[in-house]
């Protein structure tokens, strides 16, 4: 009987981990685009000549920051 009990909260206990490090991945990764991935990729697209694309682009993001920023 303890054996089925430590087995249901041992399930129990590493399930929790595993959605504690998911949503720590999650919120790592966002971070990591926001800052890292989304300004290197304007700038490389400005450098190979695509400003026309990357203008609008910046545009919409800046929007978009400000949209998410007063809620």
Known sequence: MLTILF???M????????IFGL???WGILKLLCTVV???VILIG???GGL???A???LIIGG????IVSKA
């Open 7 to 9: 087995t249901i909260c």
């Open 63 to 66: 929007i978009i920051a400000l």
């Open 51 to 53: 400003l026309y694309i």
């Open 37 to 39: 991935f989304f300004p």
């Open 45 to 47: 697209m400005v450098v």
């Open 23 to 25: 949503k720590a991945s």
């Open 55 to 57: 203008f609008p682009v």
């Open 11 to 18: 399930i129990w206990f590493i399930g929790k981990f595993f």
